[in-house]
């Protein structure tokens, strides 16, 4: 399979824990990417993490790329209900021209 | 700096008729992408344009299905003659390039064939 599979499906925290979710793919990769969807929403570019880079911060958003593994996870710290939303990790396959998204991890933060 | 538009954002059509469905890019952007989404399901790759040209279909029904990125205007999803298998959220995405560069997602255009 091209694209990327998240893990868990599905997620459920309270408010101002962490969440994490991982991503696996098949293939060599330019780049990952994750995106964010909220329920009836178009997604949202969270963060580019290049095949060469391991680790990339973004306010609260800590990625990591493993690419011997082809893996890659994306860490909330101190969620918040505002982050409830579907999250899909994208590998950027070298070689193609578009991004194939699995079915996402759908992520609930409880007030 | 408007985002990438899409318009309508739903689109009720009866089976047989026709459904378009249009995308305007960022403001820079030549690269549009179209991806459909089921309930429940990520997003699954139709096509990739740049202007007047097709790059990749690869993802696109080989029936009723047409998309294009005239050099003037919006891109257009035609899909011809639809069915209720066909309902389904459209977005679009654009880039300033090919490669590592990140993809803008549209709102959406949610087709309900009935």
């Known amino acids: 399979s091209q694209q990327g599979e998240e ?6 925290i309270q408010e101002g824990e962490n969440a994490t979710m991982n991503c696996s793919y098949k293939t060599s990769i330019n780049n990952l990417q994750w995106y964010r969807q909220n329920s009836g929403r178009g997604l949202v570019h ?44 994208a590998p950027d396959q070298t070689g193609a021209n578009n991004l194939f998204f699995g ?4 992520l609930t933060v409880i007030p | ?43 699954k790759f139709m096509v990739y344009l740049q202007k ?32 209720r298998g066909d309902s389904a959220a459209y977005f679009c995405a654009s880039s300033s390039g090919q490669g590592v560069y990140e993809q803008y997602f549209g709102p959406g255009t949610r087709l309900t064939v009935t």
């Open chain 1, 46 to 89: 969270l963060i580019l993490i290049r095949s060469n880079e391991r680790e990339k911060h973004s306010g609260r958003l800590r990625v990591t790329l493993d690419t011997s593994k082809k893996s890659s996870s994306l860490l909330i710290t101190a969620s918040r209900a505002a982050d409830t939303a579907s999250y899909f990790c």
């Open chain 2, 52 to 83: 007047e040209n097709i790059i990749d279909e690869s993802g696109m029904p080989k029936e009723r299905f047409s998309a294009e990125f005239p050099k003037e205007g919006p891109s257009i999803l035609r899909i011809q003659q639809v069915v």
């Open chain 1, 7 to 12: 893990d868990p499906q599905a997620l459920s």
């Open chain 1, 103 to 106: 079915t996402g991890t759908r």
């Open chain 2, 1 to 43: 700096n408007a985002g990438v538009m899409q318009n309508p954002r739903h689109l009720v059509r009866r089976r047989g008729q026709e459904a378009r469905l249009r995308c305007s890019p960022m403001k820079g952007h030549s690269h549009v992408y179209w991806y459909r989404q089921l309930p429940e399901e990520g997003l």
